[in-house]
């Protein structure tokens, strides 16, 4: 055997690091006999992506080291109540991309967006008409609508559970002791017909927490922190999909651009304002003089209906 014959040998085992064959040689090194198979396929596309990554931006090695710096800021700035990382991913739209391939639903029904990190679990129990305003604050809205199966029918006894900023835009948790505890927050079960209705406020924009480094980085990219108005909504019913979603308000100035691309159109509500002191009153807003309303249905796909996930490897080319 020639000396060129035994280095071409050596180049297809993928043993020896090049520019072009970079990630080849780095995926050749998992074990298939002892990494678990969907993480091998994880890391595979990690390498994949990350190497084209850096081939297409060519880093110096300062920013290179920049990038790191970044992580690590961005890792130090978690703690029990802040997860910068997770701020990371909503900003740069992972968590919206995360929550689109988990929630297909067929036509007609709901769509979701994101949780976000303000829900608390178990809000108190409330009968349909209560309002989830314990401060007293912000300009009177009724919310109404009905859960609905994909046929129209109504779903009765279905959950509703409801949360959304103060009218100074922090939601309770944010300000303890500050807010009444449960400001804001409420769970209420549709009627026979699948109806519900409670009192609220209108909701108004805030900002994701933006004193850190992935606030920095949107300030650097010329991107403001303002999320668009929403009242959070999770519904759920024995046997359909739970929806965790959001109904927006329709004359916010930041619908257009929301930092975590949660806005969906359909998800837009079609809100209405009544100055009408009888009216205001008759919808238990004694004394206010006007309301807001907005009415949306919130339709539930079945269980069985949900498509599968595609593989990760899906649309890649071979
Ligand atoms: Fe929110």
Known sequence: MSPRTERSAVAADLAWF???RSAEVVNA???AAIADPRLAEVAR???RHLHAFVKEVEPTHD??????RFLTDVGRMCSDWRQEFILLSDVLGVSMLVDAINSRRPSGATENTILGPFYVENPPLLPLGETICR???GEPLLVRGHVRDLD???IAGATLDVWQTNDDGF????QQGLQPEMNMRGRFATDEEGAFHFRSVLPRYYPVPHDGPVGQLLAALGRHPNRAAHIHVIVSSPGFETVVTHIFEPNCPYLRDDPVFGVKDSLIGAFRRFDDADR???AGFEGAGFFWEVEFDLVLAPIASKPGAPPLDAGRPA
């Not at 939601?171 to 944010?174: A, H, K, W």
């Open 18 to 20: 090049s520019e072009e």
């Open 29 to 31: 090194r998992i074990d």
């Open 45 to 47: 596309a990690l390498t």
């Open 63 to 68: 920013e290179w080291l920049a990038g790191i």
């Open 135 to 137: 401060d007293g604050k």
């Open 152 to 154: 129209g029918r109504g």
């Open 171 to 174: 939601y309770d948790v944010q």
């Open 280 to 282: 205001a009153r008759e």
